[in-house]
């Protein structure tokens, strides 16, 4: 039997909640500026005081895809490894809390820029807008401080794998690892065109700036990014869901196959958020769409064990029916609920990203609000709804608090607001997207074209859905100062599924670590480098930078 | 490793869809030539207003019900060779639209048609659009280019001259 904690080390526990608390002062911040932008985009109100719509829409992007979700994924990896791993060495924590204060001052000067109105660049500051150069070394400073942390983890798991030769680190630690080698890897490019291109030019170092190459070497790490969010809910639907309802994971082997193959089939994807853009062979563009739907074969495995795991444990309560198993959930315990309304949400989001990423068709629906939709099933649904559930005994396990009955009713009463709000919100952008309604634009009536004034009616649907949204922030809010500060004593398990007593054992192969970085290098020069090379070599002139346009 | 057989059956399925779904995405990409716009053409954007065909924005007639529509872009404004910024193009014309932008990124959207690309300095973008219905339509800037972006429209007029 492998020996882990039960519980987390204290003093990684301060670490965890450090990042945890950061990221949801970053949800509040961000999910407030998100209801403005709905009441601005309804055409009924207007933001007082000079504040710019656009200037909010960046602090939203930022401060809700980068800040919440960086912090609490890395805190909840910390966590959930000294769990599973043993606690920290004082060297990996001390690198742990260096990356910590790294990505918070990085977090607090590209907000303080955001803030003074000197960055309304939005979180994919595309070239040849031009920001204040104080929000780029900011977010370099994210990027390095969360490359600090990844490291302290794994030289964590290289501690664990010593200390028990042999055999297979613990499920959760090594799908932290991947996570953080697919962040490691995918945000080079973000770091090379911040570092090499944006600052030196914002400087005047440089005269111009490869516009294609920057916007090139953004979507290189822009989608993978959505994996790295993704990963930390898929640990806890399989590592944590199982304990929580009682089961068993249905297979370790197949979680970390699944794992491994998002590893390979995240990065080298990034042409399918520029499929409209010129300067890129259409040839190269569907060979980056056929690796993109690649992940559709983890993705049905992650379902179908997932559900594997619900039926075998209605069953095993005596279920018989096809689908009598559903009865026996635990649908009145927030801790499944919250994060199995996010799975349902991934259904949809899902077939959503495949029309997002299937060559032709996504020129119906590239840069209209649909997109906006979709993301918000996927990331503001599926993943924020399972950080939440996540959440919830995670933080009294860390605060030595527990999650009390009222508490769980609250998040329960959280999560449906959630679902009513987003599934207006969503709903309405999908749906007046396909009418063509763009993304990221303050309200207009263009010059009194009777389309956009067809798209009005969604604006309002979406300003209610997106309030009811703010509610549910607030709801969260106030469970997890609850959960920190004010709940009562007591110990909060840190669920930790154990796989089917039948099942085999899972094979050391998966440790070959740098046979799965050579398959992902190798992948990664197979879909860039002809095309990449063609960026640079045909090159138009520079561009100089823009920096009283926004 | 072991797989479940339903998982197997399963994954069969869904590999099997999905191997289907990309060779039909194939066939309309490379037979029937239905691929995303990707000009491959360059030019100076600081001079690009003093080069054909962008030194004459707007609409030309090149065949029989066939146009051709250049657009320059500048924020915050489409110059589609017009003052009033509408252009008018007959029911039924297929219109093979050039565009490109002076400063900053644009987007270039015919809202309720499928024209739509990604306009960026230094690359031209092209794409061709058939206008089988009569109305109006509005072309927007679908792509964030500063404070002024979503007040950045023209309009395409679609008339039956018949």
Same mark, same amino acid.
């Given at each position: 039997m492998i020996e882990t904690a039960v519980k987390v080390n204290k003093k990684d526990a301060k670490l965890a909640l450090a990042h945890i608390i950061v990221a949801f002062i970053a949800l509040f911040i961000g999910g407030l500026c998100g209801f403005l932008q709905v009441l601005v985009r309804s055409g009924k109100v207007q933001l007082p005081g000079g504040i710019g719509y656009y200037q909010v829409l960046t602090a939203h992007g930022v401060l809700l895809a980068l800040v919440l979700t960086t912090f609490f994924i890395i805190g909840f990896q910390f966590a959930g490894m000294s769990r599973t791993a043993g606690a920290l060495s004082n060297k990996a924590r001390l690198t742990g809390w260096i990356g910590f204060w790294i990505m918070t001052i990085g977090t607090a000067l590209t907000t303080f820029y955001i803030l003074i109105g000197k960055a309304s660049v939005l979180y994919t500051f595309y070239a040849p807008l031009q920001a204040h150069v104080g929000f780029y070394i900011g977010l370099a400073l994210v990027v390095v401080g969360s490359w600090i942390s990844g490291f302290a983890m794994f030289a964590h798991y290289a501690r664990w794998k010593k200390q028990n030769p042999g055999q297979v680190g613990p499920l959760l630690s090594f799908m932290s690892v991947v996570n953080m080698a697919l962040w490691l890897i995918c945000s080079l490019g973000v770091a090379a065109t911040v570092l090499l291109q944006f600052i030196p030019w914002t400087l005047g170092? !440089? %005269? +111009? =700036?490869?516009v294609l190459v920057s916007r090139t070497l953004f979507w290189y790490f822009g989608h993978p990014l959505v994996y790295f969010w993704l990963l930390p809910a898929y640990m806890v639907w399989y590592v944590v869901i199982p304990k929580v309802i009682g089961g068993k994971i249905f297979s370790d082997s197949l979680a970390r196959m699944s794992f491994i193959l998002f590893l390979f089939f995240s990065i080298p994807v990034g042409f399918h958020h520029q499929? !409209? %853009?010129? +300067? =890129?062979?259409p040839t190269w563009k569907y060979i980056q769409v056929v690796l993109t739907l690649m992940v559709v074969i983890p993705s049905l495995m992650t379902a179908f064990s997932m559900f594997a795991t619900f039926e075998r444990f209605g069953r095993s309560k005596g279920a018989t029916s096809l689908f009598g198993w559903l009865k026996f959930l635990p649908w009145n315990d927030a801790r499944f609920l919250v994060p199995f309304i996010g799975m349902v949400a991934f259904i949809p989001g899902g077939a959503g990203g495949l029309i997002n990423a299937s060559h032709q068709l996504n020129q119906v629906i590239h840069n209209t609000i649909w997109v906006t939709g979709h993301f918000h099933l996927t990331i503001a649904t599926t993943v924020v709804l399972t950080f939440f559930g996540a959440a919830y005994w995670l933080v009294p396990h860390l605060t030595g608090r527990t999650f009390t009955k009222q508490l769980n009713q609250l998040a329960i009463v959280q999560a449906v607001v959630w679902s009513v709000g987003m599934t207006i919100m969503s709903g309405a952008m999908h749906w007046v997207g396909l009418y +063509?309604?763009? #993304? #990221?634009?303050?309200?207009?009536?263009y010059g009194g074209s009777a389309q956009a004034a067809d798209w009005i009616p969604y604006q309002i649907a979406q300003a209610v859905g997106g309030s009811m949204l703010f509610l549910g922030i607030i709801l969260v809010l106030y469970i997890i100062v609850q959960l920190l500060w004010f709940a009562p004593k007591g110990e909060e398990e840190f669920p930790i599924g154990e796989a089917e007593e039948t099942a085999e054992k899972t094979p050391l192969f998966f440790d070959k670590w740098w046979l799965w970085i050579t398959i992902v290098v190798v992948l990664i020069l197979l879909a860039y480098s002809i095309p990449f090379t063609h960026m640079i070599q045909e090159a138009p002139p520079g561009s100089p930078g823009y920096n009283r346009l926004c | 490793m072991h797989l479940h057989k339903y998982e197997k059956i399963w994954l069969a399925f869904g590999i099997g869809s999905l191997i289907l779904f990309l060779v039909i995405v194939g066939i309309n990409a490379f037979v029937t030539g239905h691929q995303p716009p990707s000009s491959d053409k360059t030019v100076d954007p600081q001079v690009v207003g003093e080069i054909a065909p962008f030194n004459k924005p707007g609409l030309k007639k090149i065949g029989k019900n066939e146009y051709q529509l250049v657009v320059l872009t500048s924020a915050f404004s489409f110059d589609v060779g017009t003052q009033d910024k509408v252009v008018e193009i007959p029911k039924g014309a297929k219109v093979h639209i050039i565009a490109t932008t002076k400063d900053v990124v644009h987007g270039f959207e015919i809202a309720g048609t499928n024209a739509n690309m990604m306009l960026e300095p230094g690359h031209i973008s092209e794409t061709t659009q058939t206008f089988r219905e009569e109305g109006e339509f509005t072309l927007l800037c679908n792509e964030y280019c500063g404070s002024g972006h979503h007040l950045m429209h023209a309009k395409i007029k679609v008339v039956d001259q018949s």
């Open positions: 170092w !440089t %005269e +111009g =700036i490869n499929l !409209t %853009e010129p +300067g =890129i062979s +063509g309604a763009p #993304r #990221r634009s303050s309200f207009s009536d | -």
